[in-house]
Nanobody, 129 residues
Framework: VQLVESGGGLVQAGGSLRLSCVTS????????VAWLRQRPVKEREGVSD????????FYANGMKGRFTITSDHAKSSVYLQMTDLKPDDTGVYYC???????????????????????WGQGTQVTIGS
């Protein structure tokens, strides 16, 4: 199983970035894929998640409207379009996947790192003020 993120970088506040996660080694349509981030001196937190089986999408509070998650089944890839970026969005963004899509929805904790079995290496996002 592989998840490879790209698209991070340095942008000024108010700018946009599009993160990509290319996956391989598992049945993409059966998995949930999420973006989580690790901000400085804070715990890793969920940003957004998409269930590739039924299209269900979750966003963390404050993300919906600024961030949009999409999935391209033909390319086994998930994207995170981020707009109106703020310095507080600075951190390492990770792509992660789980086959236990119903479990995390039943528990209501898709934003928890423990719900994902496979992880990418992360991509750095830095927002300048």
């Amino acid at each position: 199983v592989q998840l490879v993120e790209s698209g991070g970088g340095l942008v000024q506040a108010g700018g946009s970035l599009r993160l990509s996660c290319v996956t391989s080694g598992f049945t993409f349509d059966d998995y949930g894929v999420a973006w989580l981030r690790q901000r400085p001196v804070k715990e890793r937190e969920g940003v957004s998640d998409i269930n590739n089986n039924d299209g269900t999408i979750f966003y963390a509070n404050g993300m919906k409207g600024r961030f949009t998650i999409t999935s391209d089944h033909a390319k086994s890839s998930v994207y995170l379009q981020m707009t109106d970026l703020k310095p507080d969005d600075t951190g390492v963004y990770y792509c992660a996947s789980t086959e236990h899509t119903q479990r995390r929805e039943r528990r209501g904790d898709w934003y928890e790192s423990r719900e994902y079995e496979h992880w990418g290496q992360g991509t750095q996002v830095t927002i300048g003020s």
